[in-house]
């Protein structure tokens, strides 16, 4: 088992900028992708980002491209998603996910462990 707790979340203007961490605990020496998503209220999950284990292998959603900023840490097991030009549409809770896969997958029942969301707020 693998647990994750997200941190970082807020509320911010829009513009600004914010930095999400996702520390996992338990079971981390299996080698995990790790992925970011979120969720609006009323809408489905969505894929933010991924990044695999090596870090060397990365996705993001178009759109979030060219703002958001994935990586990641092993000797600390954690993941961080910088998010900077945010906009109102960004705001939902994010949550963090593991993927004992070499591959990285952009939809959430491909994903086996989650974390319990941090909520993002930018407003206009």
């Known amino acids: 088992q693998v647990q994750l707790v997200e941190s970082g979340g807020g509320l911010v203007q829009a513009g600004g900028s914010l930095r999400l961490s996702c520390a996992a605990s338990g079971r981390t020496y299996g080698r995990y992708a790790m992925g970011w998503f979120r969720q609006a209220p009323g809408k489905e999950r969505e894929f933010v980002s991924a990044v695999s284990w090596s870090g060397s292998s990365i996705r993001y959603a178009d759109s979030v491209k060219g703002r958001f900023t994935i990586s990641r840490d092993n000797a600390k097991n954690t993941v961080y998603l910088q998010m900077s030009s945010l906009k109102p549409e960004d705001t939902a809770v994010y949550y963090c996910?593991?993927?004992?896969?070499?591959?990285?997958?952009?939809?959430?029942?491909?994903?086996?462990?989650w974390g319990q969301g941090t909520q993002v707020t930018v407003s206009s």
């Open positions: 996910a593991a993927d004992e896969t070499l591959v990285l997958h952009t939809r959430s029942y491909e994903y086996d462990y």
